[in-house]
């Protein structure tokens, strides 16, 4: 079986039971990406455990090689929601759902398989939280560009570094030691496609491992016949058309409910208050590229939307729910921000400190969507557009550890 190709590993992972990669030690070795599991997390996790594999193959070809797992960090039934990712792997990689492993995957192998213990390379996070700091028992590895939070200091590789995304550290390492480039070229479209959308098509916090890796995929897409929505004038590779086709994909949300629009990009945590760690509140943050006028508008009004946040609160058991908004507004062409918050009515006391901390920061400005804000509902246009979740999320640590 082909093994020089994405698709080709997964394929060779699927054919085998769960055992086979278990070892003597009853240890399984996976790679998962953050919570969120947007464009760059999943392409993150497929990319670093295809080129796991391929080193060591190089290392020793023979059947003794145990591969990394490619874990996508959500449930099964979320994936539908990114369509972004269902995009590239169903039309660039004839990739099915039934080739991939979801959150659900994990706990079904620590059922089946008595006192197994989970070794994970995270890649685009450096910390685990949730589910995950239950169901994985050792980090082994990191590769991220979020902040760097000082954990796993032992681990090996531990790359932390400020880029547009994720994928072009992992790319830079792995090709430094991988030789045989042909095969790695198949993930490229994925990888080019990841660092696309997180720069905004290299508009956008572009940093220098990002221009490094983007050399390399360039001279290998110029040099070989990756066909890859191409030019039909010139038959070469058309990056604008490419960067296009994957936004339109990820800004697709049509049919989907308020819920659905939440969890499509979404992150939980669990933040202490004050420098103690008696008390704690969980907050979860979805994102969309759309405004919340537009959301009021296609879900019948704000009152609809407010409620329907509340029930995704008490679903999760979350003390606050956020909802950032990114777009580019028609009017004046400018790129926006905003910034929805819905409370529990047990900390509107905190939740008002916590606004109040991150309004400098952050530039908050009540919206003029209404005339005031409803209890425990709170809406803002944010003016520091250069601050995303990656961003965001520091900052309300911080915040709430001073209080």
Same mark, same amino acid.
């Given at each position: 079986?082909?093994?020089?190709?994405?698709?080709?590993? &997964?394929?060779?992972?699927?054919?085998?039971?769960?055992?086979?990669?278990?070892?003597?030690?009853?240890?399984?070795?996976?790679?998962?990406?953050?919570?969120?599991?947007?464009?760059?997390?999943?392409?993150?996790?497929?990319?670093?455990?295809?080129?796991?594999?391929? $080193?060591?193959?190089?290392?020793?070809?023979?059947?003794?090689?145990?591969?990394?797992?490619?874990?996508?960090?959500?449930?099964?039934?979320?994936?539908? &929601?990114?369509?972004?990712?269902?995009?590239?792997?169903?039309?660039?990689?004839?990739?099915?759902?039934?080739?991939? $492993?979801?959150?659900?995957?994990?706990?079904?192998?620590?059922?089946?398989?008595?006192?197994?213990?989970?070794?994970?390379?995270?890649?685009?996070?450096?910390?685990?939280?949730?589910?995950?700091?239950?169901?994985?028992?050792?980090?082994?590895?990191?590769?991220?560009?979020?902040?760097?939070?000082?954990?796993?200091?032992?681990?090996?590789?531990?790359?932390?570094?400020?880029?547009?995304?994720?994928?072009?550290?992992?790319?830079?390492?792995?090709?430094?030691?991988?030789?045989?480039?042909?095969?790695?070229?198949?993930?490229?479209?994925?990888?080019?496609?990841?660092?696309?959308?997180?720069?905004?098509?290299?508009?956008?916090?572009?940093?220098?491992?990002?221009?490094?890796?983007?050399?390399?995929?360039?001279?290998?897409?110029?040099?070989?016949?990756?066909?890859?929505?191409?030019?039909?004038?010139?038959?070469?590779?058309?990056?604008?058309?490419?960067?296009?086709?994957?936004?339109?994909?990820?800004?697709?949300?049509?049919?989907?409910?308020?819920?659905?629009?939440?969890?499509?990009?979404?992150?939980?945590?669990?933040?202490?208050?004050?420098?103690?760690?008696?008390?704690?509140?969980?907050?979860?943050?979805?994102?969309?590229?759309?405004?919340?006028?537009?959301?009021?508008?296609?879900?019948?009004?704000?009152?609809?939307?407010?409620?329907?946040?509340?029930?995704?609160?008490?679903?999760?058991? &979350?003390?606050?729910?956020?909802?950032?908004?990114?777009?580019?507004?028609?009017?004046?062409?400018?790129?926006?921000?905003?910034?929805?918050?819905?409370?529990?009515?047990?900390?509107?006391?905190?939740?008002?400190?916590?606004?109040?901390?991150?309004?400098?920061?952050?530039?908050?400005?009540?919206?003029?969507?209404?005339?005031?804000?409803?209890?425990?509902? $709170?809406?803002?246009?944010? &003016?520091?557009?250069?601050?995303?979740?990656?961003?965001?999320?520091?900052?309300?640590?911080?915040?709430?550890?001073?209080?």
């Amino acid at each position: 079986m082909s093994v020089n190709t994405l698709r080709g590993f &997964l394929e060779l992972l699927k054919s085998k039971p769960i055992k086979s990669f278990v070892t003597p030690l009853t240890r399984l070795s996976i790679v998962c990406g953050n919570e969120s599991a947007d464009f760059d997390s999943v392409s993150s996790a497929l990319s670093y455990a295809y080129f796991d594999y391929l $080193y060591k193959l190089e290392l020793d070809n023979n059947s003794l090689i145990i591969p990394l797992l490619p874990v996508i960090n959500i449930p099964r039934d979320d994936l539908k &929601l990114r369509k972004d990712i269902t995009f590239m792997l169903e039309r660039e990689y004839s990739i099915s759902e039934d080739l991939l $492993y979801f959150h659900e995957d994990l706990i079904k192998w620590r059922e089946e398989i008595h006192d197994l213990k989970i070794n994970a390379v995270i890649v685009d996070h450096n910390e685990l939280v949730n589910e995950s700091k239950k169901l994985i028992d050792s980090v082994v590895g990191i590769i991220d560009h979020h902040e760097d939070l000082g954990l796993y200091k032992e681990v090996t590789p531990r790359i932390i570094k400020v880029t547009g995304s994720c994928t072009s550290l992992i790319y830079n390492y792995w090709n430094d030691m991988i030789k045989d480039k042909i095969a790695m070229k198949d993930m490229i479209k994925f990888m080019y496609g990841a660092v696309l959308l997180d720069t905004s098509n290299f508009k956008h916090k572009v940093e220098e491992p990002d221009r490094e890796a983007l050399k390399s995929y360039q001279t290998e897409l110029e040099s070989s016949n990756i066909n890859i929505l191409s030019n039909n004038d010139t038959n070469s590779f058309d990056q604008e058309k490419f960067f296009k086709s994957l936004k339109k994909a990820k800004k697709d949300i049509k049919g989907l409910s308020v819920r659905d629009i939440i969890r499509k990009d979404y992150k939980q945590f669990e933040f202490n208050v004050g420098s103690s760690n008696d008390r704690s509140v969980a907050i979860g943050i979805g994102s969309m590229v759309k405004s919340l006028k537009w959301l009021y508008k296609e879900y019948n009004g704000v009152e609809t939307f407010r409620e329907e946040c509340e029930k995704f609160r008490e679903e999760f058991n &979350l003390d606050v729910v956020i909802v950032m908004s990114s777009f580019n507004d028609k009017q004046n062409g400018t790129f926006m921000r905003e910034m929805a918050l819905v409370s529990s009515p047990e900390i509107s006391e905190l939740i008002l400190k916590l606004i109040k901390g991150m309004a400098p920061i952050l530039q908050l400005t009540p919206h003029n969507y209404h005339d005031e804000h409803t209890a425990h509902c $709170y809406e803002f246009k944010q &003016l520091n557009v250069e601050a995303s979740r990656k961003q965001v999320v520091p900052c309300i640590k911080r915040v709430l550890e001073q209080l």
